[in-house]
């Protein structure tokens, strides 16, 4: 298999795993956004007037994005905001790990019965769920590279 065939598979099972990870992320956010405010407020990282708002926004946008994603459409933008939004749940995690505070992830279920893990857990995934997102970046961008010459 030659080297664009590699690139081409590895983009679009990157994309379509961070495409299932984020559709299926916004469901249950998206049946009970009351659920996720509280989780969202138990991560204490925004002010109180930016909680119902983003529990409403956001799993919206995840889905939106897993969207486009699987459609192929936007690819830029919406492998942008994957990034910035995983980045940003990556910090919040490793930060809260910091802090101390041991709070359910809410990142799949906002049920509090839900299995929950310790927060090393969560990075991990997480990091993972990072790398996945830049390694997409990185094959659209050296895909686009060697489709233009000019480049």
């Known amino acids: 298999m030659d080297r664009h065939r590699i690139l081409k598979y590895t983009d ?3 994309r379509l795993g961070l495409a299932f990870i984020f559709i299926y992320a916004s469901m249950d956010k998206l049946l009970h956004p009351a659920e996720f405010a509280l989780i969202i407020r138990d991560y204490r ?16 946008l995840e ?7 699987i459609a192929g459409l936007f690819l830029d933008g919406a492998l942008l905001l994957v990034n910035g939004l995983l ?16 709070i359910s992830c809410g990142c799949f279920s906002t049920s509090p ?11 991990m ?8 997102g830049l390694g997409a970046a990185l094959c659209l961008r050296m895909r686009r ?3 233009s010459p000019a480049s």
């Open 145 to 147: 590279r060697r489709r």
């Open 63 to 69: 889905l939106i994005l897993g969207i486009l994603l």
């Open 87 to 102: 980045l940003t749940f990556w910090v919040t995690l490793i930060f809260n790990a910091w802090r101390g505070l041991d």
């Open 45 to 60: 990282v925004l002010p109180e007037a930016l909680v119902n708002i983003t529990a409403i926004i956001l799993p919206w």
């Open 12 to 14: 679009r099972v990157l």
């Open 125 to 132: 995934r997480d990091g993972l769920f990072v790398l996945m």
């Open 113 to 123: 019965s839900s299995t929950t893990y310790h927060a090393s857990w969560y990075i």
